[in-house]
């Protein structure tokens, strides 16, 4: 089946330093890739959506400088959360769509950002 | 604007002891509800998708329905391993895809 390997699955990072996810698609091609963000005991909240070869949409609220998304080729996607502070800890996720519209997504497996 | 409640937002269970999760949306042209099990500092792991009202899926000890504004997920004689946060999504024309709070399910053995 469709698997998207995220690493890494967590990081501590000190305040003000930059840390990059990455989201791969390892037996598919996604031209489609989302970045969730979810806190303790919440649902997943969208933070935008990552399209091979063009600039990610970014949901209200999202600092699209804050948070860079590229998406250079058809199975990777990074996140990189630029200046962290204490309170981007969080777990991110990302996920792939498997085909059109009502097809779902897969999942990474998350990674836990700790910014000290 | 698309909304996803489910409810309870927590359930305790003993093993072999039925019961049902909701999930109740509000979406302008779904184009599919699915159901994921999350397991603590995991993604979430897919179960079912359904597309139209009447629809049912089963998987082992879990079971979907799907009706014009909520959906269900019976649990039938649960046990230990079933314990997980269960999330509902709807999934409409643009693509995204909007997560509901989740149900926290616990099975004592």
């Known amino acids: 089946g469709a698997v998207v390997s995220q690493h890494p699955s967590r990081v501590i990072c000190k305040s003000g330093t930059s840390v990059k996810i990455e989201c791969r698609s390892l037996?598919?091609?996604?031209?489609?890739m989302f970045w969730y963000r979810q806190f303790p005991k919440q649902s997943l909240m969208l933070m935008a959506t990552?399209?091979?070869?063009?600039?990610?949409?970014?949901e209200q609220g999202v600092e699209k400088d804050k948070f860079l998304i590229n998406h250079a080729s058809l199975t990777l996607s990074t996140l990189t959360v630029t200046s962290a502070h204490p309170e981007d800890s969080s777990f991110y996720i990302c996920?792939?769509?498997?085909?059109?519209?009502?097809?779902?997504?897969?999942f990474g497996s998350g990674t836990r950002l700790t910014v000290v | 604007e698309d909304q996803v409640t489910q409810s309870p937002e927590a359930l305790r269970l003993q093993e072999g002891e039925s019961s049902s999760l909701n999930c109740s949306y509000t979406v302008s042209g779904l184009r599919g509800l699915f159901w994921y099990r999350q397991d603590p500092g995991k993604g979430p792991e897919f179960l079912f998708t359904?597309?139209?009202a009447g629809e049912e899926k089963e998987k082992e000890r879990l079971k979907a329905t799907l009706t014009k504004k909520e959906s269900f997920l019976h649990i039938t004689a649960p046990k230990p391993e079933d314990s997980a946060t269960y999330l509902c999504a709807v999934q409409a024309g643009n693509n995204d895809m909007r997560f509901g709070a989740g149900t926290r399910l616990t099975v004592k053995p």
């Open positions: 359904l597309y139209s």
């Open positions: 990552s399209n091979e070869g063009s600039k990610a949409t970014y």
């Open positions: 996920s792939a769509t498997l085909g059109p519209v009502g097809y779902g997504y897969t």
């Open positions: 037996d598919f091609q996604a031209t489609t």
